[in-house]
């Protein structure tokens, strides 16, 4: 078994023109991502990881959910993977269960 780490740089810089920096007009006004004091975090095992592309599947389902502010995976290639999560509580254990489902992972319990 393999472990990889993967960082996928998730703690958002602040662009000169305000917003996330990627032209999506979400009206950011150069808010950072990281996290704050009032932030939660949780740690998920997940099955079926296997590499980058299982990364940004995992990353892009939960930071479309409502108060996730940044999530880190420590990637092992044929074994459980750790996924943390910061957020500012808005994202239930369901919602976060139900992402990872729709990623097409597996919690491990």
């Given at each position: ?7 996928l ?15 999506c ?6 808010a950072?991502?990281?996290?704050t004091?009032?932030t ?44 943390r ?25």
């Open positions: 078994m393999t472990e990889q780490r993967i960082d740089g998730l703690a958002a810089s602040t662009p000169a023109s305000g917003g996330c920096g990627d032209g007009g979400c009206g950011a006004g150069g950072a991502s990281t996290p004091a009032q939660a975090t949780s740690e998920l095992r997940v099955e079926g990881m296997t590499c980058g592309h299982c990364v940004r599947a995992v990353t892009e389902e939960l930071t479309a959910l409502d108060g996730v502010e940044v999530v880190g995976v420590d990637l092992r290639d044929g074994g459980v993977s750790v996924v999560i910061a957020s500012s509580g808005a994202a239930s254990d369901d919602d976060l269960a139900a992402a990872i489902d729709e990623a097409g992972y597996t919690l491990a319990r």
